[in-house]
């Protein structure tokens, strides 16, 4: 299952950047936006309508109360609610039976005092089997809305179940990816990252030169087959320190190329003759 997306809105109402929760996060942080901000989800429908824009601590996911916090405060106030019912049944069939306990005064009044407490009784009888008949509705709700509550708990665990194997698989990329950058150390002396590009949702490798001295590379590109493409470039990287250190592709002066997933480069270091193939991080399938 794809990550939802997260869209922020700008100004003018349209959407201004958008990307996943982690992204989300550390744009907050990094005070990109603020959380009074709107913003709105893509893709994953849980606890609010996707189209609606709303606050950043409308979304649990990133900012919010957790769904076992709500389920326990629920859980206690239907407690509550069939304590205080079954109280007053049991104080409407206490005062029945004092009644029917209380002698009579005098004879002369015994007749109607026992056809008043038998009105009595009756009424009581009728309020406590209300009372009984309302303790139960009380009691039928709140085992409703405590089963509605585990389902909305369950499916919060199955995502988060979900999002801990995400981390798993991210943090294994990662230990693979470090491999790579020390294997890149000792055969070229250039560091090469990934990144996520800016006005796409494909990949921008970043090559930097750590040497010092000027490093020229021929960049050749891979498909998702592992077949190399037609397409080749050339790049002289200056000495680490001087202007022109660092290339990027995908944005015209050197690599001419947004990485879509699965491909791969090659660089080839001219004057050495060594070479490298480099997969970025996130062309690892899960």
């Known amino acids: 299952m794809e990550p939802p997306v997260y869209l922020i809105k700008s ?10 929760s982690e992204q989300v996060a550390a744009w907050v942080r990094d005070q990109r936006f603020s959380s009074d901000d709107e913003l709105k989800r893509q893709g994953w429908v849980l606890y609010e309508n996707d189209q609606a824009w709303s606050v950043i601590e409308a979304f ?11 389920l326990k405060a629920d859980k206690r106030r239907n407690l509550w609610i069939l304590t205080a019912a079954g109280f007053f049944a049991l104080v409407g ?3 029945i039976s004092v009644n029917f306990l209380l002698p009579a005064y005098d004879a002369s009044r015994q007749i109607a005092d026992s056809a008043e407490l038998a009105r009595q009784a009756d009424v009581r009888s009728r309020q406590a089997v209300a009372d009984k008949h309302s303790a139960e509705s009380v009691a039928k709700a709140a085992v409703e809305e405590a089963e509605t509550q585990k389902k909305h708990a369950l499916a919060s665990f199955n995502t988060l179940e979900e999002q801990r194997r995400k981390v798993v698989q991210l943090q294994g990329a990662i230990n693979g990816l470090e491999s790579q950058l020390e294997l890149i150390k000792k055969t070229m002396p250039v560091v090469i990252r990934w990144r996520e590009s800016l006005i796409n949702k494909n990949q921008v490798v970043v090559i930097t030169n750590r040497s010092d001295r000027p490093l020229k590379l021929l ?27 660092t290339k990027e592709s995908g944005i015209g002066e050197s690599i001419a190329h947004y990485f879509r997933k699965g491909e791969a480069v090659e660089f080839t270091d001219v004057d050495s003759g060594k070479t490298y ?3 970025p991080v996130t062309s690892i399938s899960p």
Not at 231 to 245: D, F, H, I, M, R
């Open 60 to 70: 649990p996911e990133i900012s919010g109360p957790s769904a076992h916090a709500r």
């Open 93 to 95: 069939l206490i005062l």
């Open 219 to 245: 960049a050749s590109i891979y498909d998702v087959t592992g077949a190399q493409t037609k397409k080749q470039y050339g790049l002289t990287l200056e000495p680490v320190g001087l202007n022109g250190s």
């Open 11 to 20: 100004r003018s109402g349209g959407t201004l950047i958008q990307g996943t």
């Open 277 to 279: 193939r480099f997969n």
